[in-house]
């Protein structure tokens, strides 16, 4: 094998762990991925020659620190920068001293710094999986439906601002610690759920947005064990994967969790999930993360306890008063078989939803159940009118013609018992919101 | 680092001055001299009193009023010297204008000699 996809590999692995350690000394980031990228470079000509070294990112990190103090020289700035040189070259010097040293771990520093709430919720999102994910400029802009050029923009606008208005490189103390790690987890959960829903519906072009997601909620468990709502996150993300293939039918429409082919769900997910969940919940600090994976573990019992989910879901609201939490909730409550009580909840949500598709969805299923055809039809109607992706239209477009063939006296015999959908994210009984929170 | 916290509120919205506002600012100018984060800062008289100047073709043109014809209206600043960003928000959020209205922080630019 040549060095080029060696090289590939190292840097995929350990390009977080490496910029990490630079800006841990550069308090620039910019700086940190462009003497990476030299670095990088570098390496192609002499591995070629002379073979990968023994520690190949603890090469790339000592050749990075020495492509910026020779640029730092030549700036001839030595003066101004004295004090970070003397660093700089110190660093330098311990590791000449062991030839192959490990490279100190700074990344959990780097997570706070990239999800930071004073940087705009899409960029925390591009910065994190550029600087942590290891992907390219190129590979986000496509999996936001953005072009490279702006993306690059909004990532260099990120890193000077990162870099001017002095966003620390520091791990959150205590005060600020549940807040900021909030955002990290945001940050992650956002990243999954653009790889899980497929919003646009251009799966093939894009990159594996959730296994990613999975790579960095695993990485931040690692850095820092035992943190009751990383394991809720990674435990939900990971029972949520396991069942993605038995989330679309041949005809390539949404199938609704309780009509999934069992067989499908990747068992091994869906038990590390169960086993992170009582890992958790053992730390008796309950937040959003741990209730959802907990609602997640609960769809996957060979049993639905449905009245647990309701509670579960009343526990959600008390972290989380939002309407689409809400609207979980009252589909939840549908489910142990409150139809009425469910549909006069549904309803009291429209001001706040909308323009929330599974919301109209949600309407249609308990319009249907509590016998409105008519007016289920119409909310059918209104919910494809608001969808955003193929799979889930084609799920939609299902159900209306169900309800439109029950309508008719001579077929209604052939009509099943109507299970409650939601479509898209939704569509798995988790109580996803667009913003999670 | 040094920060301005410019503190944005609505003139219409905002309580009349005096009474427990003050006491809450020179609560914050003790606890925010204590430590040490304090540079300076000074409330502004209502956005009424602001006149705006331009010059045009070599030329002062002078207007009356606030230049931004927004609801919230610049009402008085600080100057924070702060470690990094997020010690600057703690004592931003603290500041009793940031109940009511908003407060921008913004690093002040640094020329090199």
């Given at each position: 094998?040549?060095?080029?996809p060696i090289?590939?590999a190292?840097?995929?692995?350990e390009?977080g762990?490496?910029l990490a350690?630079?800006?841990?000394e550069?308090?620039?980031?910019d700086?940190a991925?462009e003497?990476l990228s030299e670095?990088?470079e570098?390496?192609?000509?002499?591995?070629?020659r002379a073979?990968?070294p023994?520690r190949?990112?603890?090469w790339?990190?000592?050749?990075?620190r020495?492509?910026?103090i020779?640029?730092?020289?030549?700036?001839?700035r030595l003066?101004?920068?004295a004090p970070?040189?003397?660093?700089?070259a110190?660093?330098d010097a311990?590791?000449?001293?062991?030839?192959?040293?490990?490279?100190?771990?700074?990344?959990l520093?780097l997570i706070f710094t990239?999800s930071?709430?004073a940087l705009e919720?899409?960029?925390?999102?591009?910065?994190t999986?550029?600087t942590?994910?290891?992907?390219?400029?190129a590979?986000?802009?496509?999996?936001f439906l953005?072009t490279?050029p702006?993306m690059g923009?909004?990532?260099?606008r990120a890193?000077?601002k990162?870099?001017?208005?002095?966003i620390p490189f520091?791990?959150?103390g205590?005060?600020?610690?549940?807040?900021?790690?909030?955002?990290?987890?945001a940050?992650?959960?956002?990243?999954?759920n653009?790889?899980?829903?497929?919003?646009?519906?251009?799966a093939?072009?894009?990159v594996?947005l959730?296994?990613?997601?999975?790579y960095?909620?695993?990485?931040?468990?690692?850095?820092?064990?035992?943190e009751?709502?990383?394991?809720g996150?990674?435990?939900l993300?990971?029972?949520t994967?396991?069942r993605?293939a038995?989330?679309?039918?041949?005809d390539?429409a949404?199938?609704a969790?309780?009509r999934q082919?069992?067989?499908?769900?990747?068992?091994?997910?869906?038990?590390e999930?169960?086993?992170?969940?009582?890992?958790a919940?053992?730390?008796c600090?309950?937040?959003p993360f741990q209730i959802?994976a907990?609602?997640?573990?609960?769809?996957?019992a060979?049993e639905?306890?449905r009245?647990?989910?309701f509670l579960?879901y009343?526990?959600?609201l008390r972290?989380e008063?939002?309407p689409?939490?809400r609207l979980?909730r009252?589909v939840?409550?549908?489910e142990t078989?409150e139809?009425?009580?469910a549909?006069?909840l549904v309803?009291?949500l429209?001001?706040?939803?909308h323009?929330?598709?599974?919301f109209?969805?949600?309407?249609?299923e308990?319009?249907?159940?509590?016998?409105?055809?008519a007016?289920a039809?119409?909310?059918?109607?209104?919910?494809?009118?608001r969808?955003g992706n193929?799979?889930?239209?084609a799920f939609?477009?299902?159900?209306l013609?169900?309800?439109?063939?029950?309508?008719?006296p001579k077929?209604?015999?052939?009509?099943?018992?109507a299970?409650v959908?939601?479509g898209?994210?939704?569509?798995e009984?988790t109580?996803?919101?667009?913003?999670p929170r | 680092?040094?920060?301005?916290?410019l503190?944005y509120y609505?003139?219409?919205e905002a309580?009349?001055?005096?009474?427990?506002m003050?006491?809450a600012y020179?609560?914050?100018?003790?606890?925010?001299?204590a430590?040490?984060v304090?540079?300076g800062g000074d409330a502004?008289?209502?956005p009424?009193t602001a006149?705006?100047?331009?010059?045009?073709g070599?030329e002062?043109?002078?207007m009356?009023g606030?230049?931004?014809?927004?609801k919230?209206?610049?009402?008085?600043?600080?100057l924070?010297d702060?470690?990094d960003?997020?010690q600057a928000?703690?004592?931003?959020a603290q500041i009793?204008?940031?109940?009511?209205g908003?407060?921008?922080v913004r690093?002040?630019m640094i020329?090199n000699?």
């Amino acid at each position: 094998m040549g060095a080029a996809p060696i090289l590939e590999a190292i840097h995929r692995h350990e390009r977080g762990r490496i910029l990490a350690a630079l800006m841990a000394e550069l308090r620039d980031l910019d700086l940190a991925e462009e003497a990476l990228s030299e670095a990088m470079e570098s390496a192609l000509v002499h591995w070629g020659r002379a073979g990968v070294p023994d520690r190949p990112g603890a090469w790339l990190l000592t050749a990075a620190r020495r492509k910026v103090i020779d640029r730092w020289r030549r700036a001839a700035r030595l003066a101004a920068r004295a004090p970070d040189l003397r660093l700089l070259a110190e660093a330098d010097a311990a590791a000449r001293e062991e030839p192959a040293p490990e490279i100190p771990d700074e990344r959990l520093r780097l997570i706070f710094t990239c999800s930071h709430p004073a940087l705009e919720a899409k960029t925390r999102v591009a910065l994190t999986l550029r600087t942590l994910g290891g992907l390219t400029t190129a590979e986000i802009a496509r999996a936001f439906l953005d072009t490279e050029p702006a993306m690059g923009q909004r990532l260099s606008r990120a890193k000077a601002k990162i870099r001017e208005a002095g966003i620390p490189f520091a791990v959150p103390g205590p005060g600020d610690w549940a807040a900021r790690l909030g955002s990290v987890l945001a940050v992650l959960y956002l990243i999954f759920n653009e790889g899980y829903a497929v919003t646009a519906g251009a799966a093939p072009l894009r990159v594996d947005l959730s296994a990613e997601a999975i790579y960095l909620a695993r990485m931040l468990d690692q850095l820092r064990p035992d943190e009751p709502e990383v394991l809720g996150l990674l435990a939900l993300m990971l029972m949520t994967d396991a069942r993605r293939a038995a989330r679309l039918g041949p005809d390539g429409a949404l199938v609704a969790l309780d009509r999934q082919d069992r067989r499908l769900w990747d068992r091994a997910g869906i038990a590390e999930g169960e086993a992170l969940v009582d890992r958790a919940m053992a730390l008796c600090a309950p937040g959003p993360f741990q209730i959802k994976a907990a609602i997640a573990a609960l769809h996957a019992a060979p049993e639905i306890d449905r009245r647990q989910i309701f509670l579960l879901y009343d526990s959600l609201l008390r972290f989380e008063p939002t309407p689409v939490v809400r609207l979980n909730r009252a589909v939840a409550l549908a489910e142990t078989g409150e139809t009425a009580a469910a549909l006069a909840l549904v309803e009291a949500l429209r001001v706040d939803l909308h323009s929330y598709q599974p919301f109209h969805a949600a309407l249609a299923e308990l319009r249907l159940r509590a016998g409105q055809g008519a007016a289920a039809a119409e909310a059918y109607g209104e919910a494809i009118a608001r969808s955003g992706n193929a799979a889930e239209r084609a799920f939609l477009r299902t159900r209306l013609a169900a309800v439109q063939t029950a309508a008719d006296p001579k077929k209604k015999a052939e009509q099943s018992s109507a299970q409650v959908q939601q479509g898209g994210k939704d569509t798995e009984g988790t109580p996803v919101s667009h913003e999670p929170r | 680092m040094k920060y301005i916290a410019l503190i944005y509120y609505d003139p219409a919205e905002a309580p009349q001055s005096g009474g427990s506002m003050n006491e809450a600012y020179i609560d914050f100018n003790r606890r925010a001299g204590a430590a040490g984060v304090l540079a300076g800062g000074d409330a502004l008289q209502a956005p009424a009193t602001a006149t705006v100047v331009r010059m045009r073709g070599g030329e002062a043109q002078t207007m009356d009023g606030p230049f931004a014809e927004t609801k919230e209206q610049l009402g008085g600043y600080y100057l924070l010297d702060c470690a990094d960003l997020d010690q600057a928000l703690h004592w931003a959020a603290q500041i009793p204008g940031a109940r009511i209205g908003a407060v921008e922080v913004r690093p002040l630019m640094i020329f090199n000699a």
